[in-house]
């Protein structure tokens, strides 16, 4: 019983970390979506303990913990997945963005990091047409 | 004659129809145009440019809402006075642009054309679901918007201003929850009926599972909305 107490007391506890860091806006509502399904999951998980085990009977699984701990690992490795999938995104945009940000600064004559590059408007070689991010007005 | 009015146009693979389109806005409004071609595939534009409309190319798709604050920014750096949103695939009839524009110039920060009483057909889903964001949405902001999701749509100066800064970008956000952002700010809200046309080409957007993901998604936004900290966009210096 006291168990079941906690790991409730666990989900809340996730699920009020979530609303907090989304209302800072530290992260964006799909993923908060998420994990506010994993902390439901989680309180149900702790209030439902005859059902998991009926469940785990049924597949001839021993003892029920097991199977949900089954469960939660196949489903943080999915979400793993996903988020490499963003990461590896976000890499290839990154690198897009800085090539276009090279072209569209010019060629460059001094050290890096030295004086500040020449912005759009005074570089002696004008950017290549169709690439400035601000392009004059006609 | 220096132009106020910017007619802001994001386009993703609209290549039948955003040259009519441009060429039309430049008929019937004194007004330049701006495509933001949000990382298509095809002749975007090519047409578009030739149709006689600046375009500006993010070098991978952005969204939507990003598009429309790349229009922002580029209204608030050449000073433009006014702007409204079109939709490249020619839904969105332009003398009804117009009327949008007049509205701004009585002083309305922010004005939306909603397609109801033109006898939009939709869904009963879509038609459920934007009933209850019509009713959030009119409470929040104290005036009645009926098609909180109409991307045809008005801006003024300080709209302008504003939204160059933080607009939201998520999918469906940068409609929505741009109207509670205008209302944090005080900015004046009105809504007006427009007439539309039938698609001219193009897919229409979005199934079911994922509407409903969205849509819960939203539902989050405007739940959480006035408690969270101001919209504010990471990377804005100015």
Same mark, same amino acid.
């Given at each position: 019983?006291?168990? *079941?107490?906690?790991?409730?007391?666990?989900?809340?506890?996730?699920?009020?970390?979530?609303?907090?860091?989304?209302?800072?806006?530290?992260?964006?509502?799909?993923?908060?979506?998420?994990?506010?399904?994993?902390?439901?999951?989680?309180?149900?998980?702790?209030?439902?303990?005859?059902?998991?085990?009926?469940?785990?009977?049924?597949?001839?699984?021993?003892?029920?913990?097991?199977?949900?701990?089954?469960?939660?690992?196949?489903?943080?490795?999915?979400?793993?997945?996903?988020?490499?999938?963003?990461?590896?995104?976000?890499?290839? *945009?990154?690198?897009?963005?800085?090539?276009?940000?090279?072209?569209?600064?010019?060629p460059q004559?001094?050290?890096?990091?030295?004086?500040?590059?020449?912005?759009?408007?005074?570089?002696?070689t004008p950017?290549?047409?169709?690439?400035?991010?601000?392009?004059?007005?006609p | 004659m220096?132009?106020?009015?910017?007619?802001?146009?994001?386009?993703?693979?609209?290549?039948?129809?955003?040259?009519?389109?441009?060429?039309?806005?430049?008929?019937?409004?004194?007004?330049?145009?701006?495509?933001?071609?949000?990382?298509?595939?095809?002749?975007?534009?090519?047409?578009?440019?030739?149709?006689?409309?600046?375009?500006?190319?993010?070098?991978?798709?952005?969204?939507?809402?990003?598009?429309?604050?790349?229009?922002? &920014?580029? @209204? &608030?750096?050449?000073?433009?006075?006014?702007?409204? !949103?079109?939709?490249?695939?020619? !839904?969105?009839?332009?003398?009804?642009?117009?009327?949008?524009?007049?509205?701004?110039?009585?002083?309305?920060?922010?004005?939306?054309?909603?397609?109801?009483?033109?006898?939009?057909?939709?869904?009963?889903?879509? &038609?459920?679901?934007?009933?209850?964001?019509?009713?959030?949405?009119?409470?929040?902001?104290?005036?009645?918007?009926?098609?909180?999701?109409?991307?045809?749509?008005?801006?003024?100066?300080?709209?302008?201003?504003?939204?160059?800064?933080?607009?939201?970008?998520?999918?469906?956000?940068?409609?929505?929850?741009?109207?509670?952002?205008?209302?944090?700010?005080?900015?004046?809200?009105?809504?007006?009926?427009? &007439?539309?046309?039938?698609? !001219?080409?193009? !897919?229409?957007?979005?199934?079911? @599972?994922?509407?409903?993901?969205?849509?819960?998604?939203?539902?989050?936004?405007? @739940?959480?909305?006035?408690?969270?900290?101001?919209?504010?966009?990471?990377?804005?210096?100015?």
């Amino acid at each position: 019983m006291n168990l *079941q107490i906690f790991v409730i007391g666990l989900g809340v506890v996730l699920l009020a970390i979530v609303i907090e860091v989304v209302r800072r806006r530290r992260l964006s509502e799909g993923y908060a979506l998420l994990w506010i399904a994993v902390g439901i999951g989680g309180v149900l998980l702790g209030v439902a303990r005859p059902l998991i085990d009926r469940f785990s009977d049924s597949l001839g699984v021993s003892y029920g913990a097991n199977l949900v701990f089954a469960f939660v690992f196949v489903f943080l490795i999915v979400v793993c997945i996903n988020l490499s999938m963003h990461v590896s995104k976000l890499e290839d *945009q990154v690198t897009s963005l800085a090539e276009e940000l090279a072209l569209t600064r010019g060629p460059q004559t001094g050290p890096p990091g030295g004086s500040p590059p020449p912005s759009a408007t005074d570089a002696t070689t004008p950017p290549e047409p169709g690439s400035s991010p601000v392009p004059d007005r006609p | 004659m220096v132009p106020v009015l910017l007619a802001i146009i994001p386009a993703l693979n609209e290549e039948e129809t955003v040259a009519d389109v441009v060429r039309s806005v430049r008929d019937h409004l004194d007004a330049d145009v701006l495509v933001i071609d949000d990382g298509s595939r095809d002749r975007t534009t090519e047409r578009a440019s030739a149709a006689g409309a600046i375009v500006l190319r993010p070098p991978f798709n952005l969204g939507v809402g990003a598009a429309l604050r790349t229009g922002f &920014r580029y @209204a &608030r750096a050449n000073g433009y006075h006014a702007a409204v !949103q079109v939709d490249a695939d020619g !839904q969105h009839e332009v003398t009804e642009a117009k009327r949008l524009a007049d509205v701004i110039d009585t002083g309305v920060d922010l004005v939306v054309g909603s397609r109801f009483e033109a006898g939009f057909e939709t869904s009963r889903l879509r &038609r459920l679901s934007m009933r209850m964001l019509s009713r959030r949405i009119s409470r929040y902001l104290g005036v009645t918007i009926t098609d909180t999701t109409s991307g045809f749509r008005g801006f003024g100066p300080v709209a302008i201003e504003r939204f160059a800064d933080a607009y939201p970008r998520a999918y469906l956000s940068d409609t929505v929850e741009a109207l509670m952002v205008a209302g944090d700010w005080g900015l004046r809200v009105e809504e007006i009926p427009v &007439r539309m046309l039938p698609r !001219q080409g193009g !897919q229409p957007s979005a199934g079911t @599972a994922k509407s409903v993901y969205h849509l819960v998604r939203l539902t989050l936004v405007i @739940a959480l909305h006035r408690f969270r900290r101001p919209l504010y966009v990471r990377g804005t210096d100015s």
